[in-house]
């Protein structure tokens, strides 16, 4: 049982994670000091998803249901509604690269609306 909410600790903070990665450029609207974590942060998200390789969270999260016993990722709410978010059926390499060319996207809008923000408090003041 340990091990099993081990893995699904595992599997909230890799949501969270993702999440910081997408969304966080418009986190930064906000708290601007946040751009130093997001930067970074956004760049491992493209890097995984260009280079297709796993994010150690992953084997993290499966080396703990394994040793909880579980060998899927069947069972209660966490399992059923987050691990397809995070783990979708039929990932491939073209819609990692689609993924990581949307990610670039989205967060030059987010860094494109900040600077706007900033230039025009700055011009302002």
Not at 13 to 30: K, N, P, S, Y
Not at 76 to 90: A, N, R, S, V
Request: hydrophobic residues 50%; glycine residues 10%; aromatic residues 18%.
């Amino acid at each position: 049982m340990g091990y099993q909410l081990l893995a699904d600790a595992v599997l909230v903070v890799h949501l969270a994670f993702i999440l910081f990665v997408v969304f966080g450029g418009f986190v930064a609207w906000r708290w601007r000091q946040w751009v130093w974590w997001h930067v970074p942060v956004l760049a491992w998200g493209i890097y995984i998803e260009i280079s297709g390789t796993i994010c150690p969270l992953t084997p993290l999260e499966n080396k703990l249901r394994r040793l909880g016993g579980s060998a899927g990722f069947d069972g209660g709410f966490i399992d059923h509604y987050l691990l397809p978010l995070i783990y979708p059926p039929g990932l491939t390499q073209e819609t990692q690269w689609i993924l990581a060319f949307l990610l670039i996207l989205l967060n030059s809008y987010a860094y494109f609306g900040l600077w706007k923000r900033r230039s025009r408090s700055i011009s302002s003041a």
